[in-house]
């Protein structure tokens, strides 16, 4: 039946990880890389804030987890998520050894002026300090807004990645939200005192 | 540990993560200006829009280094050239103990049966006369007891005969040796048969 077989291009990801799983192919592995690998390199750089080098090995290692644990893979499910659980559990685990030391508060003092939306500078440097509000979030915190608002993951997906409930998922998001606009307040020349007064 | 959001609370979350606020409806932008002003909920929309958007295209990424494949034996990982040559070995433990027999016995039936000599002397002597004797005794005798008179008797006669069966002469060694030529022209035989009848006559 060879000639009736797909290439391996127009297989699903799931039907590629069989072929990993049944024939340990290395076709099949090297074509998930190439849909994913750039994806999850951005998602390294981001919950890891680290250079590309050492984000290219933590895709690197990645991908060699999952040849060695494709036996725990359920085809059943996205391997989409699946493989987004692998990554943000490495994040964690890495986040346990050394932990990314979080930037002074004091570097937000200086932005106590008013935004110009037109204005490019103004809007880069609302960026960065989105960067640095990021780092100061919880590590839990920070995995589900990358994975909601940079990866764009479903809520349900989020909570099948961080093995979380979907309330659980909220919560997190909610809080994650509310401590980065405290810390972007001066961007809010109206910020009302009843900004968070819900608790 | 976050505690779980009160009914307000994920309204305002499920408002926040999906709307901006010119998609309010009236109702909603009520709901959401008794908890905050609208320039707070604005600014989230644009924290969540530019989050999006933050990190630009990365680097390239290299290619897949992907390490050769192991099998697997009794759930632990071998490297593949062992399990090559556990293959090879057992292929030739199994050919040493099973020896192939059928082609064997064919070729031995498809040989031709080639004769060593051209005359072969039998060595036993078969009389052609056989005499029996039969037991006359009383009928009303039980047949059990005149059957075993019988072997016995037939017994006798063996070893009468057996006593009789002549000790063949040395010579015989020398004719089942390849003569190249016929029995009938062999010396020696003619001294064998000859010898045999004169110890009939006797």
Same mark, same amino acid.
Request: some cysteine; hydrophobic content about 35%.
């Given at each position: 039946?060879?000639? !009736?077989?797909?290439?391996?291009?127009?297989?699903?990801?799931?039907?590629?990880?069989?072929?990993?799983?049944?024939?340990?192919?290395?076709?099949?592995?090297? =074509?998930?890389?190439?849909?994913?690998?750039? $994806?999850?390199?951005?998602?390294?750089?981001?919950?890891?804030?680290?250079?590309?080098?050492?984000?290219?090995? !933590?895709?690197?290692?990645?991908?060699?987890?999952?040849?060695?644990?494709?036996?725990?893979?359920?085809?059943? $499910? $996205?391997?989409?998520?699946?493989?987004?659980?692998?990554? *943000?559990?490495?994040?964690?685990?890495?986040?346990?050894? *050394?932990?990314?030391?979080?930037?002074?508060?004091?570097?937000?003092?200086?932005?106590?002026?008013?935004?110009?939306?037109?204005?490019?500078?103004?809007?880069?440097?609302? $960026?960065?300090?989105?960067?640095?509000?990021?780092?100061?979030?919880?590590?839990?915190?920070?995995?589900?807004?990358?994975?909601?608002?940079?990866?764009?993951?479903?809520?349900?997906?989020?909570? =099948?990645?961080?093995?979380?409930?979907?309330?659980?998922?909220? *919560?997190?998001?909610?809080?994650?939200?509310?401590?980065?606009? =405290?810390?972007?307040?001066?961007?809010?020349?109206?910020?009302?005192?009843?900004?968070?007064?819900?608790? | 540990?976050?505690?779980?959001?009160?009914? %307000?609370?994920?309204?305002?979350?499920?408002?926040?993560?999906?709307?901006?606020?010119?998609?309010?409806?009236?109702?909603?932008?009520?709901?959401?200006?008794?908890?905050? +002003?609208?320039?707070?909920?604005?600014?989230?929309?644009?924290?969540?829009? /530019?989050?999006?958007?933050?990190?630009?295209?990365?680097?390239?990424?290299?290619?897949?280094?992907?390490?050769?494949? %192991?099998?697997?034996?009794?759930?632990?990982?071998?490297?593949?050239?062992?399990?090559? #040559?556990?293959?090879?070995?057992? #292929?030739?433990?199994?050919?040493?103990?099973?020896?192939?027999?059928?082609?064997?016995?064919?070729?031995?039936?498809?040989?031709?049966?080639? +004769?060593?000599?051209?005359?072969?002397?039998?060595?036993?002597?078969?009389?052609?006369?056989? #005499?029996?004797?039969? %037991?006359?005794?009383?009928? %009303?005798? +039980?047949?059990? +007891?005149?059957?075993?008179?019988?072997?016995?008797?037939?017994?006798?006669?063996?070893?009468?005969?057996?006593?009789?069966?002549?000790?063949?002469?040395?010579?015989?060694?020398?004719?089942?040796?390849?003569?190249?030529?016929?029995?009938?022209?062999?010396?020696?035989? /003619?001294?064998?048969?000859?010898?045999?009848?004169?110890?009939?006559?006797?």
């Amino acid at each position: 039946m060879g000639i !009736f077989r797909k290439h391996i291009t127009q297989l699903t990801d799931e039907e590629l990880m069989v072929e990993v799983i049944n024939h340990h192919s290395s076709s099949a592995i090297t =074509e998930l890389h190439r849909r994913y690998s750039k $994806k999850l390199l951005g998602y390294f750089i981001k919950m890891l804030q680290r250079d590309a080098d050492t984000a290219n090995d !933590f895709v690197q290692e990645l991908f060699l987890r999952i040849l060695e644990k494709k036996h725990l893979y359920d085809p059943e $499910k $996205k391997f989409y998520t699946w493989l987004f659980t692998i990554a *943000s559990n490495m994040c964690k685990t890495a986040y346990r050894k *050394s932990p990314i030391v979080a930037l002074s508060t004091d570097g937000y003092e200086l932005n106590r002026h008013t935004v110009d939306g037109d204005d490019l500078a103004e809007k880069n440097h609302f $960026k960065e300090l989105l960067k640095e509000s990021l780092e100061h979030l919880e590590h839990h915190h920070k995995t589900v807004f990358v994975l909601r608002y940079m990866e764009q993951f479903s809520l349900n997906e989020i909570a =099948e990645i961080t093995e979380t409930s979907l309330g659980t998922v909220k *919560s997190r998001l909610f809080y994650a939200t509310k401590k980065m606009t =405290e810390l972007l307040k001066a961007f809010d020349p109206t910020y009302e005192s009843t900004f968070f007064k819900l608790n | 540990m976050d505690k779980h959001l009160n009914d %307000n609370e994920e309204r305002l979350f499920d408002l926040v993560d999906q709307k901006d606020f010119d998609q309010l409806t009236p109702e909603e932008q009520t709901f959401v200006e008794t908890h905050f +002003s609208e320039a707070a909920y604005r600014l989230q929309r644009q924290l969540i829009s /530019e989050s999006n958007t933050l990190y630009e295209a990365v680097a390239e990424v290299p290619p897949l280094v992907v390490p050769m494949a %192991n099998s697997t034996v009794f759930g632990k990982q071998i490297p593949l050239y062992q399990a090559f #040559i556990g293959i090879a070995a057992t #292929i030739a433990l199994f050919l040493s103990i099973w020896p192939d027999q059928t082609e064997k016995t064919e070729v031995q039936n498809n040989k031709p049966a080639l +004769s060593k000599t051209d005359t072969i002397i039998q060595t036993k002597i078969i009389r052609d006369t056989i #005499i029996r004797y039969k %037991n006359h005794r009383n009928g %009303n005798q +039980s047949a059990q +007891s005149s059957r075993s008179e019988d072997d016995q008797f037939l017994a006798t006669q063996m070893r009468i005969l057996e006593a009789n069966t002549l000790q063949l002469p040395e010579i015989v060694n020398d004719l089942n040796r390849s003569g190249g030529h016929s029995l009938k022209d062999d010396p020696a035989s /003619e001294r064998l048969l000859k010898s045999t009848y004169q110890s009939d006559a006797r």
